[in-house]
């Protein structure tokens, strides 16, 4: 886990407050009903299969939906009122990777909604060659956006949201598409930053590799299923519930972990069987593990 000990509620604050909300767009709501507090210098995870309103209340929080029911407040104002620094990091697969841009010119685009003239200070470069060069990108600064790795690409929107100087900072699967080394990387950087007082929100799908080591997480689908450490969040009741499916549970190292019941495909010509009847269950086994011994990753798919 990456904090030993959650933040505790209340102890600077209610920095984000949902109560009964129903939003969504022009076709009506995505999220009904739903009700969470978020306190200044939370780190919190969204959960929730693909579908289940993730994105939404992220798109909420920035006062960038239509709601239809309810009271959202961030800082004690309407989310639209501005009353908190918020950036947000959204998902790599929205980008346009063909817009003609450098990875600097993107961490530029930062700090430019406090800027009044069409071009960046000294100031502005200064602190963003410096966000670069901590977020080890430094090298990257001419680059075509298009040219870098994912993981390169994730830290260049990252430094772009952290020119803002944000107080709460919001990230739309910040892990989706990078390899494990970067997953890891991105979340440490995260964590860092939690530790240095801004409050983090971001969604996920990846229950093991990054909810189960998070503080706190929100079960959503398209409402509030649970909310707590993912030791009280990940039961097989509370994960049905969110995802319609079995899911079992089980510990590793100290952890609680969501294990996947192995599907026995294929295997109908072997055993002499109909086509298709081997398309089962192993319902014996609690779970499958990789070659290392570890629970292999379960979980939905996006936001």
Known sequence: MLHPMPHLPGDD????????????????????????????????GLLG???????????????DTNVYEGRVRVAGQPASAGAARIAYVPQLETVDWNFPVTAEEVVLMGGG????????????????????????????RKRHIRELSGGQQQRVFLARALAHE?????LDE????????????????????????????????????????????ISVNETVIAEGSPRDVFTPEILRAT???????????????????????????????????????????VGATATDGTPNEAGGDGA
Do not use: C
Request: negative net charge; hydrophobic residues 40%; glycine residues 12%.
């Open 113 to 140: 909604a406090r800027r009044w003239l069409p071009w960046p200070s000294h100031e502005e470069r200064e602190r963003a060659h410096e966000l670069m060069d901590r977020l080890g990108i430094g090298e990257f």
């Open 174 to 217: 910040p892990t989706s598409g990078v390899d494990i080394r970067t997953r890891d990387e991105v979340l440490h950087l995260l964590d860092d930053l939690n530790h240095q007082g801004i409050t983090i929100v971001l969604t996920t799908h990846e229950l093991n590799a990054v909810a189960a080591h998070l503080p706190w997480v």
């Open 243 to 285: 995802y319609g499916a079995e899911m079992p549970v089980l510990e590793y190292e100290g952890m609680t972990l969501v294990a996947e019941r192995p599907h026995q495909l294929g295997r109908a010509r072997h055993n002499g069987t109909e086509d298709g009847a081997g398309h089962e269950h192993a319902a014996g086994r």
């Open 166 to 170: 944000p107080s709460l900072l919001l």
């Open 49 to 63: 299969p693909s579908g289940a309103g993730k994105s939404t209340i992220l798109r909420t929080i920035l006062g």
């Open 13 to 44: 604050g209610v920095l984000v407050e949902f109560e009964g909300v129903a939003a969504g767009y022009q076709r009506g709501p995505v999220i009904h009903d739903v009700s969470f507090q978020i306190g200044a210098g939370d780190f919190v």
